[in-house]
């Protein structure tokens, strides 16, 4: 069904970062916001996508905010970062999906509230690395990889998933012997990302727990973050629900602190 | 959200959060719907994967079992929590409750008609005396052998004796159960418990499906146990009457047993004497006594005098059924499957030994059976997609090679839907060793085609 060479034709095709994207991220790194911002200007596809999402009623923004360098003076160094991450990650979107029920909308706006909460997490845990605030862009990549994979299969992913509550990382990973959460660390490493990313989504998928404590608690709270936000009716309709498998056991001993910080009650 | 059906039990499983706002993007009617058609009896809603609901949220679902309940007589409710889940529900429900609730997945499977993995001692605990009792009727009617924990200083006592029960149920509750026909497998015969007054009723409380599917994989003795009926009206007794002549078709012999005429007219009993039906004093009358069951054709799995032949809409379909299985086998071994020949004859089985099979039959606008012979290794490795890991364990491998070959049966009934040919699948049923299923094919000619991928063979066998 699927093939280790199909997954590796998938990594092949993606293309390496865009100068545009390598300067705007090296200068942002060093803390250049007005350089950054000039040359993210020069990418018009990047500056429609961060006027979309800052824009989002998520962010809170009073007025339409539309000038690059006011985007990245807003947002301040660490979530800057982390949007140009969130646009890379959007560019291995489809035009059209097919798998799941999504959009670049609804694409956008699970990026944007995985962003967003991601930030009051490492607020509330005082964690102030930009490394760590950009882990969060990588994750939506392992729904994009599902979809990528398994679009040409759906009648026969759909007849097994009758059969057997099978998720497609757990599909994939039996079929093959690499899992979404792998397809995405290779991502990370084509686009040179740090290294503290991928092993943060690694701990994330809730099934290859890391030594490293902080990378591990970490991995909780984003894998309860993606299930909370997978729980919200627009995602559920999309069929992302069960696309990978909820670990409960893994978050138990974080719960209590999350729903704090969510508000749920 | 699609369910997911075995034995008869259908098991939504959203995961994450459950509230008053999201629960209804989980499940619509028409994902209860596609349930109900394939032939659940209980549909329930796992919240193993669930870390937060609230009364709200299992409101709407609850509103759907309502639903539910009103077309159709299916077994609705939660499994798969903890004990403080379970206390959350009763707390919230208190006497309002007419769901069910099952502490576990495989728990729920031993309330279902469906279920074949019968004759299991168990153990049953609850706090209510009239659950206690309710389950244990249920069980019984089920084909096992429950035992009852008349207090939790009994029930831990009980509990602690490792080894004596395969299933020990706690924590579980039934609410309005559905009600239909509880059947069970005794040896080569089916028993079906019926009870109270049978009228036009039984129509929708008797799984016709199963009853079809036990006679096209070659069951031949059909009792009912009718010790609890009351009476019967004319209603019930044509019921009867054409089981019993569809059941001639297949030379099966339908009997009942323990029925008492007191409030039934004796000309009632005339009529299903006349269409074939044999009545005896009680069950043991005839499980007890071999000469008669021989007699009464329990003692083969097969005994088929009209054999059917294979007919030409079968044989043009042919491309269909072989893709449907070569399409399966591929997706589970994601290996290229090759077609090396194609003959028309008897079931050619070269080598018996370590071989197991597995059969599904098809019935509507054509009907027919396909059947997978596959050396038990290669079985095993078909299976790892859905197992996870490579294992020796038998009982598994044969119960995994049925959900395989269900995938084959939903392969065919989406590809001749293709070409206007509408079919219903029958359950599947697998075989452990070659033998048994020589019997049932009886001789039967059909279309076998031997098939090889990775250089490993394995059979498809078409036949009628």
Known sequence: MITKDKIDAFIEKIPPTPEVLKETLSLLNIGELTKAAKIAEGDLALKSYLKNIVNKPIY??????????????????????????????????????????????SFYELQAQLSKKWEMILKHLEINDKNIYGAISLLPASIIVSEALFNEKIDEVTLLRSTKALDYNTILTRLCGVGLFDICEQIADKWEMDQIIPQIIQSASGLKPSDDEMINNLGKWMHLLLFYELSQPLFIEAGLNDFVDFQVDYVADIYDE??????IG | MKAVTKNGVAVFSPQGFLDGNNTSSFLNIEDVEAAVNLKADIILISLKKVIFFNRNGLDTFVKLFSKIRKKNSAVVGFCDYDFNKYNAIKKFYKDEIYFSLFKTLDIAYLFSSSFKNQNKTILIYS????????MAIELHDNGHNPIIAQNEEDYLEKKSKEGTYDYVVDSTFLGQMGQKVATRVTGNAIVY????????????????????????????????????????NVHAINFFSRLASAAAEY????????MSF????????ETLEDSGILFYKQLDDILQNKELLKELGASSAANIKNKRALNKKNVSELPNFIDAAVVTIEMMTNAKAIKESVEIHNLVIDDKEDKIASSIGYYGDIDGMVILVFPTKIAQK???????????????????????????????????????????????????????????????????????????????????
């Open chain 2, 382 to 464: 078909a299976c790892e997609l859905l197992i996870g890991e490579s294992t020796d364990d038998l009982e598994l491998v044969l119960d995994t090679l049925a959900e395989l070959v269900n995938i084959v049966g939903g392969n065919i009934k989406t590809l001749l839907s293709n070409d206007n040919i509408d079919v219903n699948i029958t359950l599947p049923r697998t075989y452990q060793n070659i033998d048994n299923l020589l019997e049932v094919i009886d001789n039967r000619k059909g279309v076998q085609v031997d098939l090889s991928f990775d250089d490993n063979k394995f059979l498809f066998f078409l036949t009628r």
């Open chain 2, 127 to 134: 706090s209510d005396n009239s659950q206690r009792s309710a």
């Open chain 2, 262 to 269: 007191g409030k039934t007219p004796k000309e009632f009993k």
């Open chain 2, 193 to 232: 418990t019926v009870s109270d007054f049978l009228d036009v009723d039984i129509t929708d409380k008797f799984n016709i499906e199963y009853h079809n599917n036990s006679l096209n994989v070659g069951f031949r003795l059909f009792i009912f146990d009718a010790c609890k009926v009351i009476s019967m």
């Open chain 1, 258 to 263: 999350f729903t704090t910080i969510m508000e």
């Open chain 2, 251 to 258: 030379n099966a012999t339908i009997c009942f047993a323990g």
């Open chain 1, 60 to 105: 809170g923004f009073a007025n339409e905010v539309s000038d690059i360098s006011q985007i990245f003076g807003i947002l301040g160094v660490t979530l800057s970062q982390q949007t140009v991450y969130n646009y890379m990650i959007s560019l291995l979107s489809p035009d059209k999906w097919l798998l799941f029920k999504l959009n670049s909308k």
